[in-house]
């Protein structure tokens, strides 16, 4: 076999575990009718994470806004379990609470959403440490770019 045939193998093989292991399998992503961008709105027109991030909120550059489509249990930032319909959005707003380059804490905005219908199961607010998160979330903050 050579090296073009062992590659679209390996590729085939990669796309088949990513999609059954990873967030969403392929069926359900092509029935979705709430996407990422609105399932962020979503969450921030919900009146919880509304007065958070009204009082925490304060700088746009140490802050990171995202949604990923689950398709099993979540640990939400005040450490219980999302356990309702799935696959569900949960939509992620962090921010840090100064700009020094040492592990902080983090303000953190959660929401869970229908990617069918748009309704918000769920949304949680609190602050947790750095480490809480993955080191991609926080690398991508400007405070910790380049460190």
């Known amino acids: 076999m050579n090296m073009k045939g062992l590659s679209i193998i390996l590729g085939v093989l990669l796309l088949g575990y990513i999609i059954t292991t990873g967030c969403i399998d392929s069926n359900h992503q092509?029935?979705?009718?709430?996407n990422e961008s609105q399932a962020i709105n979503i969450t921030q027109m919900?009146?919880?994470?509304?007065?958070?991030f009204s009082d925490y909120f304060t700088k746009e550059e140490w802050r990171l806004v995202r949604a990923t489509l689950l398709n099993e249990t979540s640990q939400n930032v005040n450490n219980s379990t999302y356990q309702g319909e799935f696959p569900v959005w949960k939509v992620e707003m962090?921010?840090?609470?100064?700009?020094?380059?040492?592990?902080?804490?983090?303000?953190v905005i959660e929401g869970y959403v229908s990617p069918y219908t748009g309704e918000v199961f769920n949304v949680s607010t609190g602050m947790v440490l750095e480490t809480q998160y993955d080191i991609q979330s926080?690398?991508?903050l400007d405070c910790h770019k380049n460190k």
């Open 138 to 140: 926080c690398a991508s």
């Open 30 to 34: 092509q029935n979705l009718t709430i």
């Open 46 to 52: 919900n009146q919880t994470a509304q007065d958070y």
């Open 94 to 107: 962090m921010e840090r609470t100064c700009a020094c380059n040492s592990i902080k804490k983090l303000h």
